[in-house]
């Protein structure tokens, strides 16, 4: 193993559309994509292939073409999400698109009803920040993707990271807004984010190896209000009493000091490559 740095379950996307989460979130996802789907040592070897919560389908179409021998069984929970993975067209052939909350068992495809109790003997799942909203199922979410690993079967993912630029990061921002969102709600994701020893722990009680597990740190300075419709259109901090999007915007860009305030973001990813035993 190295190391370096480099539930509730939500069912919902909260405010944003498919196409603002892309706009806003677009560029660093399809970073991350492209190492997700690159975690794999042997793409030549996979069949069948597995990805948990596809989104837009960034990693699904990095997927298409990395793994050119593989089915693609790509799950989301948003109907509006899948709508625009679905308009990427990707080969139909080889890529199916499931609706539906991965810690439940039952799914849809095409107006069919799919059991994912029975779903099983896949080479390898993926999963591009998608995991981290499993918390606080983690336990349960990573024993479910062991029952889908055929032997030998590997997860390749990227999850909310934790370092220490992410902590201070998370609590400049927490006090920042601590006067318009209800206690907690700031730091909220905080709670979500998983280090590498927690993935170690995870793959131990899931029965899982850890073939690798490393961490990326990024950073990167936007205007006040480019971080706050980033932060919408991920999900936002409001748990309750949700504003509508563009007020929730201002609201968060006032907090943070103003349109000419910038700040420093800190994006952690936690990746890993765990191996179902043989």
Excluded at 5 to 32: C, F, I, K, M, S
Excluded at 193 to 211: C, K, P, W, Y
Excluded at 270 to 277: E, G, K, N
């Amino acid at each position: 193993m190295s190391e370096n740095v480099r539930t509730e379950t939500v069912t919902d996307h909260r405010w944003h559309t498919p196409e603002e989460y892309d706009e806003a979130t677009g560029r660093l996802q399809q970073r991350n994509a492209a190492l997700v789907a690159r975690l794999h040592p042997d793409p030549d070897s996979v069949r069948r292939a597995y990805e948990v919560g596809c989104g837009t389908g960034a990693l699904t179409e990095e997927l298409a073409h990395v793994l050119p021998k593989a089915r693609i069984t790509a799950l989301d929970v948003s109907d509006d999400m899948l709508r625009l993975a679905r308009n990427r067209g990707l080969a139909p052939d080889r890529v199916e698109f499931r609706l539906g909350s991965f810690l439940e068992d039952d799914h849809t495809t095409d107006g069919r009803n799919v059991s994912a109790a029975e779903d099983g003997g896949y080479d390898a799942v993926f999963s591009n920040a998608a995991l981290h909203w499993l918390h606080p199922h983690y336990t349960e979410g990573f024993a479910r993707i062991r029952r889908l690993l055929a032997p030998g079967g590997l997860l390749c993912a990227a999850a909310a990271g934790r370092t220490a630029a992410a902590d201070a990061f998370d609590h400049r921002i927490e006090e920042a807004t601590r006067g318009v969102l209800p206690n907690g709600d700031g730091s909220s994701f905080n709670r979500r984010r998983l280090t590498a020893a927690d993935v170690v722990d995870l793959a131990d009680a899931a029965g899982l190896a850890v073939d690798d597990v490393f961490v990326v740190e990024r950073r990167r300075t936007l205007p006040a209000p480019a971080y706050a419709t980033w932060w919408v259109a991920s999900g936002g901090p409001w748990s309750a009493d949700r504003p509508e999007a563009h007020e929730a915007v201002r609201v968060l860009t006032e907090a943070l000091g103003g349109a000419r305030t910038e700040v420093e973001l800190v994006h952690v990813s936690t990746c890993m490559v765990l191996r179902r035993p043989a």
